[in-house]
């Protein structure tokens, strides 16, 4: 059990989740219960989506620090379109659109022209919240309709129809990662000398992958919009760190090639978990990000001090082993 718990650090992080949410159940009576579970999952649907969005990126060996700023954007071009009589339905595809669009010159910039990702998103990150200032002329978009509202609220089982897109997005990329085509993207980020010999598309798998990225960012900013009814001017601002930060928790390699979308949910529920946590304990926001950075670094620190005891114990019994076989021949020298 200990072994597999070292090794996984899913399994790990899903422990101290439970944990978490077990102690503060004791501590705060009612905690427990499914309607607490519905609240941590529509609390955490826009980092969720960020994350699902950053997470194709970070397997090509990319990173993207522009998904808030793309978010904002999204959420912009929607509350715009919807406030001057647009439709709902051609009010989301603009706000896709632009998404879309945003993830495509973060993809031409690295994959086209050989930008560093870092470098390039950087860049981006600040052009695309400029834009979205400069469009709003930094006011707050109001009076949204009820129509996009009714997309956050709970409806089916306690869940939201952008809550049941979600969770349809999750399996539509755990099942993509298990295809021919998804395993072209684990090689790409292994191994990018390897995935060009082997013939893969790298650049077209380097774009499509921040394209993607564009469009989760999208929808996210339309959850975002709906969930709260208005769009502030720093809507989305520094929610990439955090879904960045979810990630690594969650086992993904910054270094490209590992990683699960189980390691996305888990990361994500964790840090929703805390925040949730610490409103049933009445605790002020303002200590969110302390207590919640504390967890993140408890949690590496024993993942990493239970990696450390096992590569020991393999190290002794590799010795062990190889001593008892370096004993065994004596006898034999001896004979011959």
Do not use: C
């Not at 379109?81 to 690295?110: C, E, K, R, S, Y």
């Not at 049941?164 to 021919?180: E, K």
């Not at 002020?284 to 590496?300: C, Q, T």
Request: net charge positive.
């Amino acid at each position: 059990m200990l072994e597999r718990i070292a090794r996984d650090r899913v399994a790990t992080l899903f422990l101290v989740t439970v944990a978490v949410l077990l102690l503060v159940g004791l501590a705060a009576p009612g905690f427990l219960s499914a309607g607490t579970a519905t609240i941590i999952w529509s609390n955490g649907l826009v980092l969720m989506l960020v994350a699902l969005g950053i997470f194709p990126v970070i397997l090509t060996r990319n990173i993207d620090v522009s998904g808030g700023s793309i978010l904002g954007l999204s959420a912009v071009v929607l509350g715009l379109a919807l406030n001057d009589g647009f439709a709902l339905p051609l009010a989301l595809g603009f706000a896709l659109g632009a998404g879309i669009f945003a993830g495509v010159v973060n993809g031409l910039l690295v994959a086209g022209l050989g930008v560093p990702s870092i470098v390039a998103t950087l860049g981006t990150l600040g052009l695309f919240r400029g834009v979205m200032l400069i469009t709003t002329g930094g006011e707050w978009i109001e009076e949204l309709p009820e129509a996009l509202k009714s997309l956050g609220a709970k409806s089916f089982g306690g869940l939201s129809i952008m809550g049941i897109i979600t969770a349809l997005v999750i399996v539509a990329v755990w099942w993509f990662l298990r295809s021919r085509r998804g395993r072209w993207v684990m090689v790409t980020g292994d191994n990018r000398e390897a995935a060009r010999h082997l013939g893969l598309p790298v650049r077209r798998i380097e774009l499509l992958a921040f394209t993607w990225a564009g469009a989760m960012y999208a929808l996210a900013g339309i959850t975002f919009a709906a969930q709260i009814g208005f769009v502030p001017n720093q809507a989305g601002n520094g929610i990439e760190l955090r879904a960045i930060a979810a990630l690594v928790l969650g086992g993904i390699s910054l270094l490209g090639g590992v990683g699960s979308v189980g390691g996305v949910v888990i990361g994500v529920i964790f840090f929703t978990s805390i925040d949730t946590s610490l409103v049933f304990l009445k605790i002020p926001a303002y200590w969110n990000d302390l207590i919640g950075g504390a967890m993140l670094l408890g949690v590496l620190l024993i993942d990493g001090r239970l990696r450390i005891a096992l590569e020991a114990r393999d190290r002794a019994a590799r010795y062990r082993r190889g001593s008892q076989a370096e004993q065994k021949s004596h006898p034999l020298e001896d004979a011959a």
